[in-house]
């Protein structure tokens, strides 16, 4: 294993030899604003040399509330070089409600304790009151930092690179400890699974304040030195084209190189396929794209399918979908799907789904009658699971039964990861009380994730804090929510949450203002999926079903409001349902 400073050297070594011709283009309006590897980097080393002279030492948290931009980039790798850790935080956007991002913020900076909370000027005052209710901690606007730089630095660095959070959606927001080997290893093997060179630019509009957009999409081609196009996620949803033109390889709209890969959640595939309408896609040449890979949640092989369809026509190839797993404990990435093969779908019964039980019988299921072959999920029978491909370079993955002994291919149980890119654990205090069921110990990161293997592949069923057993088999709030939005309910618009109350195996279908044929749809389709279980369908306000900033439904916090009648919404309609004992 490298040494921590041998990590470090490799993560910045595009600073001491920073490329003048290829760099970042970030998204301005109506045009792109060019940075090169050249410029950036001199504005790290002033942003490092800054934060030395604001009183950052070696392994000190630094918290970066910036947007994507030049700042964010420079801010990042100039606290790294100061020796200390960086930790994103995004900042506050237009839609967002103010109590619910000053309750997170304050949990997020004081979970991360930092010597300097660095912001852009216009969030200062904001973020001041926020962090005064974590304690004495200084917010200092970005130009102020780099105006007190003053020659370059070169500190040693500390155990820590990355102080990152993970998404919340089983639990709080917990803090997790990225050290240089854990990244400098994860990144490492990221490019080694998509083969990237220099040559080969990035396009993203993920988020830079989560482990996917930040590692996946701007640490890896930075370190790498290969080009990025970088959207922020409120231009991607304005105008989703904008994105696929980065990667136009016939007209060169863009007047520069284009991208061959990408990195998105399901439903961004889901949101290109829905907005993106074939006049618009007109000219396009998307036969240089390589890679598009898919993670962060529940892979839709509906969403594959559709958004092959509508793109096919304009050169893109089908193999370039490489479905992935990871979270933040594991630094980021865990399996991917290799280059060129092509992603698969297995069906599986839902008797096959209990911890333990086998699904060697998945390839018959997938011929099955009853199977929709176009990936629905079947309302009575079969269940679409997409592989998530192989474990990437110095990473072990297992799966495991109830008393953590390994299970063989073929039997589901839960998902456990080994090696390099594993980090140590959280941030002291974060462990407990989260309610998550992921656990680090020894450098086993036990995920908390239901799952099998299968030809090789890593096939993730769901959350075990998610499920309820009932009759038997197991039933996954992912299963729910992917057979009703295939039933034409949004899928941001609903969330299904599983539990006991009283005792009772109970299934709440939630929905932001629920529509007629969206509660008909939902209690045929929880009627057949959910025997044995009480039912209860919500209407709520628009926005509250709280979710993690990757999107995901916050289900172990609304099953509580549930539980203590505090969920917003009015009950709609509720299907008595046995005891599951």
């Known amino acids: 294993m490298p040494t921590e400073t041998d990590a470090h050297e490799t993560l910045l070594g595009w600073i001491a030899a920073p490329d003048a011709r290829r760099g970042i283009r970030f998204a301005r309006d109506d045009h792109w604003e060019f940075w090169s590897y050249e410029r950036l980097a001199g504005l790290a080393e002033r942003v490092a040399a800054g934060l030395r002279a604001h009183g950052v030492r ?55 304790a930092p010597a300097l909370v660095v912001a852009e000027a216009h969030l200062v005052p904001r973020i001041s009151e926020i962090a005064a209710t974590a304690g004495a901690v200084r917010v200092v606007a970005t130009e102020e930092v780099i105006a007190a730089g003053d020659g370059p630095v070169r500190a040693d660095p500390g155990e820590v690179a990355l102080l990152q959070f993970t998404s919340g959606s089983s639990g709080h927001a917990r803090g997790v400890a990225v050290p240089y080997h854990a990244l400098a290893a994860n990144v490492a093997a990221i490019r080694a699974w998509l083969r990237m060179t220099p040559g080969d630019a990035t396009a993203s509009w993920l988020p830079v304040h989560h482990d996917m957009g930040l590692i996946g999409c701007l640490i890896t081609p930075v370190v790498g030195g290969g080009d990025l196009w970088q959207l922020p996620p409120e231009e991607f949803v304005r105008d989703p084209i904008r994105f696929l033109r980065c990667f136009d390889a016939g007209t060169g709209d863009l007047g520069e190189p284009h991208a061959v890969l990408t990195s998105m959640p399901s439903f961004g595939l889901g949101y290109i396929v829905r907005r993106a309408r074939p006049a618009a896609l007109a000219g396009l040449d998307l036969s240089a794209l390589r890679a598009v890979i898919v993670g962060a949640e529940r892979v839709d092989p509906q969403v594959l399918e559709r958004f092959c369809a509508l793109l096919e026509p304009y050169g893109f190839d089908h193999r370039a979908i490489l479905p992935a797993y990871g979270l933040a404990e594991a630094t980021l990435a865990v399996t991917g799907l290799p280059l060129g093969e092509g992603w698969s779908m297995l069906r599986v019964r839902p008797s096959s789904l209990n911890l ?33 491909g192989r474990p990437l370079d110095g990473v072990q993955v297992s799966v ?77 709030a992912e299963d729910l929510e992917l057979a009703m939005n295939h039933a034409g309910i949004p899928e941001q618009r609903m969330a299904a949450l599983l539990g006991y109350r009283s005792g009772t195996a109970t299934v709440v279908a939630m929905f932001e203002q629920a529509q007629q044929s969206w509660v008909e749809a939902a209690s045929r389709l929880l009627s057949m999926r959910t025997e044995g279980a009480e039912v209860v369908l919500v ?42 004992d």
């Open 356 to 388: 333990g039980a086998a699904i060697a019988d998945a390839d018959a299921d997938a011929d099955a009658d009853d199977a929709d072959p176009r990936g629905a999920a079947d309302p009575g029978g079969a269940q679409p699971v997409v592989g998530c």
């Open 400 to 476: 495991v039964d109830e008393d953590g002994a390994p299970l063989p291919d073929g039997v589901v149980g839960e998902i456990v990861v080994r090696g390099e890119s594993v980090t140590p654990g959280y941030v002291a205090g974060c462990a407990a009380g989260s309610g998550s069921l992921t656990s680090i110990e020894d450098g086993v990161l036990r995920t908390g994730d239901v799952g099998f293997r299968h030809d090789g592949q890593l096939y993730v069923l769901g959350r075990l804090g998610d499920s309820l057993k009932l009759r038997g088999r197991a039933l996954f």
């Open 539 to 580: 209407s709520a306000p628009r926005g509250a079903i709280a979710r993690t900033s990757s999107g995901k439904p916050k289900r172990r916090q609304l099953w509580q409001a549930f539980i203590d009648e505090r969920l917003p919404g009015t009950v709609i309609t509720a299907q008595a349902g046995g005891r599951d």
């Open 58 to 112: 070696r392994g000190d948290v630094v918290s970066v509330v910036q947007p994507a931009g030049p700042h964010f980039v420079a801010t990042l790798f100039g606290a790294l070089l100061a020796g200390a850790a960086a930790s994103p935080v995004a900042p506050p956007l237009a839609f967002t409600d103010r109590d619910v991002y000053r309750g997170h913020v304050a949990g997020l900076i004081g979970t991360a």
